[in-house]
C-alpha cells in the first residue's frame, strides 16, 4: 500500500523553486479555488491609453478598415482625376505625392500603437498561461490525493474480506470438527 501524502508535502520539493507550486500548495491546504478570470482582472487595470491603443489595434485589423482604407483611396484618386479632367490641375496630381505622405504617416503612428496593444496580449497570455498552469497542477495533485484515497479504500476492503475470509474458515473448521466429516 502507498504511503498517503499531505496535499501540501506533496509538492514540497517543487516549491522550494516554484512559486506557482507554493501557491498552489496552499490553495489545497487551505481547500480553496484557485481558479479565477484571468481577463477581467487584466482589464480592470488598464489605463486610458492601453484601451486606445487595443481598440486602435482592433480596427486596424478589421475587414471595416480594410474597406474604408480602399474607398478613401478610391476617392481620393477619383476626385483628383476628375478635377484634373475638368479644372486641368488637381490638388494632388499624378504620383499622389500628398497621399503617399498621409500613408506614411499613418503607418508611423499606427505600426507602433499595434506593436503596444500586441505586446499587451502577450503579456496576458503569458498570465493566463501561469494561472493555466496553477490549474492543472492543482488538479493533479488532487486526483494524485483521490487515487490515494481509492487506494486505502481498497486496501481496507481487502483487509476486511481476509479477516472476513479468516473468520469463515475457522467457522468451517469447527462445524467440519464437530461433525467428524470432512465436506464433499
Known amino acids: 500500500m502507498r504511503k498517503h501524502k499531505e496535499p501540501a508535502a506533496s509538492t514540497s520539493d517543487a516549491s522550494r523553486d516554484d512559486a506557482p507550486a507554493r501557491t498552489v500548495a496552499r490553495h489545497i491546504a487551505q481547500r480553496t479555488h484557485i481558479a479565477r478570470n484571468i481577463a477581467r482582472e487584466l482589464e480592470s487595470g488598464q489605463s486610458v491609453g492601453q484601451r486606445a ?77 501561469e494561472h493555466d498552469y496553477e490549474v492543472n497542477l492543482k488538479a493533479e495533485l488532487e486526483i494524485m490525493l483521490l487515487h490515494d484515497k481509492v487506494d486505502q479504500l481498497r486496501e481496507a476492503q481487502w483487509q476486511q474480506l481476509l479477516a472476513l475470509q479468516t473468520e469463515q474458515l475457522a467457522l468451517l473448521t469447527r462445524l ?3 461433525t467428524g466429516s470432512a465436506p464433499r
Open 53 to 129: 491603443a487595443d481598440a486602435v489595434a482592433r480596427f486596424g485589423g478589421s475587414w471595416t478598415f480594410v474597406g474604408l482604407f480602399a474607398a478613401t483611396m478610391l476617392v481620393w484618386v477619383g476626385l483628383n482625376a476628375v478635377l484634373a479632367a475638368t479644372r486641368g490641375s488637381s490638388f494632388d496630381p499624378y504620383p499622389y505625392i500628398l497621399l503617399n505622405l498621409f500613408l506614411s504617416m499613418l503607418a508611423a503612428i499606427q505600426a507602433p500603437i499595434i506593436l503596444m496593444s500586441q505586446n499587451r496580449q502577450s503579456e496576458k497570455d503569458r498570465v493566463q498561461a
Open 176 to 178: 467440519v470438527t464437530a
